[in-house]
């Protein structure tokens, strides 16, 4: 399973960034995937979950700001990310959980200046 996750970058405050996880190696519609975040100095942290029928479920800090959707013919999940914050700056990570085991994209770098 690869995971190959794109779309970070520099951003000013308020602005958008959508962010691009590409799929290899799995029967992509038969999986729910997340993104994930980590900040310098902290734990990852859950950020959105979308189903497999596409129902997205996020956490407190993004809801409302961000919003996850995916195509199924190109094996791809997106984060559109609106109104950043300086504190949205991490690391962020696309996931699969598939048969025991957790995969992982190599993360893309968000960073948002104030």
């Known amino acids: 399973v690869q995971l190959q996750a794109s779309g970070g970058g520099l951003v000013q405050a308020g602005g958008s960034l959508r962010l691009s996880c590409a799929t290899a190696g799995v029967i992509f519609s038969s999986y729910a995937l997340r993104w994930y975040r980590q900040a310098p100095g902290k734990q990852r942290e859950l950020v959105a979950t979308i189903t497999t029928d596409g129902f997205g479920t996020y956490s407190d800090y993004v809801k409302g700001r961000f919003a996850v959707s995916r195509d199924n013919p190109k094996n791809t999940v997106y984060l559109q990310m609106n109104g950043l914050k300086p504190e949205d700056t991490a690391i962020y990570y696309c996931?699969?959980?598939?048969?025991?085991?957790?995969?992982w994209g190599q993360g893309t770098q968000v960073t948002v200046s104030s």
């Open positions: 996931n699969i959980w598939r048969q025991g085991v957790d995969y």
